[in-house]
């Protein structure tokens, strides 16, 4: 007998010790949105066009601060990702020099599978660059920021399977800028030298200028198809799902074998229980 | 195996040869197929198996992590990942081995609340309960280490706080944190030690396991009335039944496994873990994994002094006596009749323990301050009071509903017994 009780109790006593633990105080501040994204959902597969664009402002504007030194280039042509050709990323992977004492130069181009360039030599030099400030690599970054949700709405997030925090912070963030310290500012806010207000960022002062401002990268557009707002908002979103795709190359082909495994798993289920159930007709229990 | 006899003839030479030196086919038939197995257990009884099944899991995925995981503070962080995007299958087992923490203890938790349901820690149980807690206390050690190994902010100081612990027992403490540590704050050396010992633990655990097993086929299975098994109409044996029963619920219970590992295997952590340990920025909450929350809200419930045992040590004490006063369980409730069901005031305050603990694992994770704190301290309380002065009492003043003479008889006298699918009136 599957006794219905037992099975909703069991769930309800699962979720309610896991879901406790995901709560997390909510930061004084904005509460940061979630945005709709392509990959959200158990359904959701990166868009291709975005993960590109996305990759263009990671090059021309991100990466003169920022690693990512768990991206090799390989990353960037293979399956789930932004679909570049092979020849393509060849082609730019060998833009980048690397450090090789078997070369006779002690340089080399890089090649596919090498990974990609941090821009400072150490975390000293990075600094010193950037007023103190550390700019932190990209590699797992929409993995390592989140957005909270109040009691009770974070367990929904159990069910639709809600992975975008990263991204929805990082756009957040990106659009999150004041020129001047606004008056949701907490009381008595002072703006340290060097430091940009933002309302998403802890604490709000932020050491990143805004990198990002309307017209400022040109998408190129791609024959019969419609052209991309050239504005902070979509810089924001775009930069946001390749960041997202850094943190999780192989969302598709994950989610793809989920769904192979949900599928067996099911038939498996309702085969067993048939067997079970007419194995204990003959048994009074 | 105790009052039945053995079924099993060998049936060729070589096994007659094989059972006369080592009856391991003899032992198999007797333990895993024909054990008499009371034929009223409901699917709270299938955590047992489905347990087994996940310290398996556990173990074979744990190995093959070990074979791509660098154990050093400066690449464990960047191992992981390598696991995550270069190893062949690597996502899958690594998130497997990360969820199958969180489902180890789910299935973990609803097999001890359905033991204290149902009287199963009482006699002729008490051994076999106080193997099970030795399994739970050593589970979340191994599950502690297990979380600190990718090395991210929460691993690091999560590790920080949880051996600082140790520096609260007197004389002891701090040779004791610096033994733990291998050094005087978190770091590499600390980082191979827990290596090593989340390797060997888990193996540990597996004999313990052997000796919980053997525990229970000495009396054999507690069962939903609590009523001992009286005669063979009243047991099924083990195989098919049971073995098919277990085989399902393990499916099922897969499910919700599988959901998590491909579609969402980064919920159940934290996203401060995804930030390589950093001993010089702290981060906001240190918050450790879901399953060891309610034990940290009782650690914390305690911010006062008592006489002369300051606050960090009475936090110990109580953390270290939450666990303990299990092992005394079968001894404190003195109540004869093991199933809740017949129980009518036990009913209450054991649903109200379960929604307690509930609450202990929510405060776990909320910030120590205002409301939080009396609530922590009011749940805490709460879960002494049970097991110390609730369960004690009740044995005295409560009278227990009738109990059926069998369980054939009880099975008999259910509205729907025997047609498939039907409902069955709660417990």
Redesign the interface.
Known sequence: ???????IA??L??F???G??????A?AGKEIQKQSWSFSG?FGTYDQNQLQRGFQIFREVCSSCHGA??IAFR?LYEPGGPGFSEEQVKALAAEYQIADATAETGQRPRVAADRWPNPFPTEQDARDANGGAYP?DF???A????TTQPFPWWIL??FT???E??ADYIYALLTGYHEEVPASAPEGFELAEGKYYNDYF?GHAIGMGPPLADGLITYEVGEGEAAVPLTLDQYSRDVAAFMQWM?D??MVS??E???R??LF??L??GL??A???R???K??? | MSGHESTYNPSNPVEKWLDDRLPLVRFSKEHLMDFPTP??L???WTFGAILAVMLVIQIITGVVLAMHYTPNVAMAF?SV??I??DVNGG??IQ?VHAVGA?MF??AL??HI?RGLYFGSYKAPREILWMLGVIIFILVMAIAFMGYVLPWGQMSFWGATVITNIFSAIPVLGEPLLQLLRGGFAVDNATLNRFFSLHYLLPFVVAAVVVLHIWALHVPGNNNPIGVEVKSTRDT?PFH??YT??D??AI??F???F??F????????G???N??MANSQVTP??I?P???L?PFYTILRAIDFNVLFIDSKLGGVIAMGGALLVLFALPWLDGSKVRSGTFRPMFKWFYWLF?INF?GL??L????AEGVYVIFAKICTAYYFAYFLIVLPLLSRFETPKPLPTSI?EA??AKPH??S?????P?E
């Open positions: 007998m599957i006794r219905v009780k037992s099975i069991a769930v006593v699962t309610g010790l896991a406790a633990g995901a709560v997390v105080a930061e158990p030194r768990l990353n932190p590699s797992v970054l993995k390592a920021r989140g997030n159990y399977a809600y992975q925090g990263g802890p943190a190359p192989h994950r989610k074998a989920g769904f495994v949900m798993l099911f498996f289920a067993m229980w067997v079970k159930r194995l204990w007709a048994v009074e229990h | 034929k009223n409901n699917y709270w960047d990942e390598h995550r995007r996502r899958i998130a969180s203890f789910a938790y609803i609340f099924v098919p039944y098919m029963k085989l399902f499916i099922v897969f499910i919700p599988a959901w590992v491909f579609f969402a295997p980064d919920i159940l934290h996203p401060d995804y930030i906001a909450h918050v994994e879901w399953y929350l379960v509930i694992t929510y776990g994770a909320a910030p054939s099975v008999l017994s025997g498939a699918g039907a409902a069955v709660a």
